[in-house]
């Protein structure tokens, strides 16, 4: 398989993933320090629906323009011409 295709498959599956399972994104802050104590909050942010559907179209992009060039590689001859 050709690296536009690998790449093109696995921003397909990254995508899915993020669309059907809503994963999130974990952030920590610091909002109170006293000497040894420390209190934090830990936020989960939920990944937009947009950046799933921008991966599984990025790479369906990338799988047909890798099956493109494989069409048209380099290895075939081109006509001259006259």
Same mark, same amino acid.
């Given at each position: 398989?050709?690296?536009?295709?690998?790449?093109?498959?696995?921003?397909?599956?990254?995508?899915?993933?993020?669309?059907?399972?809503?994963?999130?994104?974990?952030?920590?802050?610091?909002?109170?320090? +006293?000497?040894? +104590?420390?209190?934090?909050?830990?936020?989960?942010?939920?990944?937009?629906?947009?950046?799933?559907?921008?991966?599984?179209?990025?790479?369906?992009?990338?799988?047909?323009?890798?099956?493109?060039?494989?069409?048209?590689?380099?290895?075939?001859?081109?006509?001259?011409?006259?």
């Amino acid at each position: 398989m050709r690296i536009l295709t690998v790449v093109g498959v696995g921003l397909i599956a990254l995508g899915t993933l993020v669309v059907s399972g809503r994963p999130a994104i974990r952030s920590k802050q610091n909002i109170l320090e +006293f000497g040894e +104590f420390k209190a934090t909050v830990e936020e989960r942010h939920a990944l937009p629906i947009w950046t799933g559907v921008l991966g599984v179209s990025g790479g369906v992009v990338l799988i047909l323009v890798g099956s493109r060039r494989r069409e048209a590689g380099p290895d075939r001859k081109r006509d001259a011409g006259p």
